[in-house]
């Protein structure tokens, strides 16, 4: 047994068993990935996958429990090497954040620049992406946190605390007849064309959720994943914006009125997660207590270190 016939299985169930994809995400050949699972399989006396043919079609039942082993030894294999590196190089190394373009955009600047300050040798690397992918990117371990408003808090290998609370907000160019209504409804709201976020991002859910319990169907005209792009069409007239208020910047967006609705729409919680069970280096402790300064220190530890299980 070594750790390549470990990574193959993982990567097996990660891609979805197609051997042509694991061999090119281990960059090895495929008839080297099927010998490593059959010499595994032989050695263990069980078959890990179920097969058609040449095919794996899933796991088996001894293999579903081998696989979360698997998991387990990869993750404290990995926690190794950051332990190592911790005591070896405390206020260096490589942090790596998974977020959406709304948080890295508007709510972390200003964190971003205290840790490079702080932590000027920790080399940072920001991945944009949708909340699902963020979650898949702290799951397999290729970020160290990830910060978000859907999805996280919905993924039981997953921590999360939560970062801030926020409200939609309406945009529109000055002037328009909406700037001059005394309290705007849905109903109000509905008789123009609007432009929010695509589904699954920044709340968009709730936007959907008020309109579906008041029974109204609103012409949402155009969806984007982010407020900049939402703003652009907002400022070409081409409908009413419906944003994260904290995505409203008063020097960039002198052509647009913000109009603040808090009771219009649900609020919104944006999270901080990270993968159970994993290993964190001091400086990213100290990101998340920055980020989650309401927490406490022995919250985070005690919800990393659970396997399984909710957070509060």
């Known amino acids: 047994?070594?750790?390549?016939?470990?990574?193959?299985?993982?990567?097996?169930?990660?891609?979805?068993?197609?051997?042509?994809?694991?061999?090119?995400?281990?960059?090895?050949?495929?008839?080297?990935?099927?010998?490593?699972?059959?010499?595994?399989?032989?050695?263990?006396?069980?078959?890990?996958?179920?097969?058609?043919?040449?095919?794996?079609?899933?796991?088996?039942?001894?293999?579903?429990?081998?696989?979360?082993?698997?998991?387990?030894?990869?993750?404290?294999?990995?926690?190794?090497?950051?332990?190592?590196?911790?005591?070896?190089?405390?206020?260096?190394?490589?942090?790596?954040?998974?977020?959406?373009?709304?948080q890295a955009r508007y709510a972390l600047p200003a964190i971003i620049k205290w840790f490079k300050s702080d932590y000027p040798k920790v080399h940072l690397t920001l991945l944009q992406g949708s909340p699902g992918e963020i979650a898949d990117l702290l799951v397999s371990g290729q970020a160290d946190v990830g910060i978000a408003t859907e999805s996280v808090d919905k993924v039981a290998e997953?921590?999360?605390?939560?970062?801030?609370?926020?409200?939609?907000?309406?945009?529109?160019?000055?002037?328009?007849?909406?700037?001059?209504?005394?309290?705007?409804?849905?109903?109000?709201?509905?008789?123009?064309?609007?432009?929010?976020?695509?589904?699954?991002?920044?709340?968009?859910?709730?936007?959907?959720?008020?309109?579906?319990?008041?029974?109204?169907?609103?012409d949402i005209v155009l969806s984007a994943i982010d407020a900049d792009v939402i703003k652009?069409?907002?400022?070409?007239?081409?409908?009413?914006?419906?944003?994260?208020?904290?995505?409203?910047?008063?020097?960039q967006d002198r052509s647009l009125t913000l109009i603040p609705v808090p009771s219009l729409f649900p609020a919104n919680t944006t999270r901080l997660a990270v993968r159970r069970g994993t290993y964190l280096r001091s400086y990213v402790h100290a990101f998340i207590e920055k980020v989650c300064p309401d927490v406490g220190e022995e919250t985070i530890k005690a919800a990393i270190k659970q396997q399984n299980g909710n957070d509060g």
Do not use: C
């Open 1 to 102: 047994m070594n750790f390549q016939q470990l990574r193959i299985v993982r990567e097996t169930v990660r891609q979805d068993f197609n051997l042509t994809e694991v061999a090119n995400a281990l960059y090895t050949s495929q008839p080297g990935v099927s010998k490593h699972i059959k010499d595994l399989e032989d050695e263990l006396g069980i078959e890990i996958f179920i097969r058609r043919g040449k095919r794996l079609l899933g796991l088996t039942e001894p293999g579903k429990e081998l696989a979360e082993v698997v998991e387990r030894i990869l993750l404290d294999t990995q926690n190794l090497r950051r332990i190592a590196d911790q005591f070896a190089s405390r206020e260096t190394g490589h942090f790596v954040i998974a977020t959406t373009h709304t």
């Open 232 to 251: 652009t069409y907002v400022a070409l007239g081409l409908g009413v914006g419906v944003v994260a208020s904290v995505a409203y910047d008063p020097e």
């Open 158 to 218: 997953l921590a999360s605390f939560p970062f801030y609370s926020w409200h939609h907000a309406i945009i529109v160019p000055h002037g328009h007849p909406l700037t001059s209504v005394g309290e705007i409804t849905l109903d109000i709201l509905s008789e123009y064309p609007i432009i929010t976020y695509h589904e699954g991002f920044t709340g968009r859910a709730h936007v959907d959720k008020a309109f579906a319990e008041a029974g109204i169907v609103p």
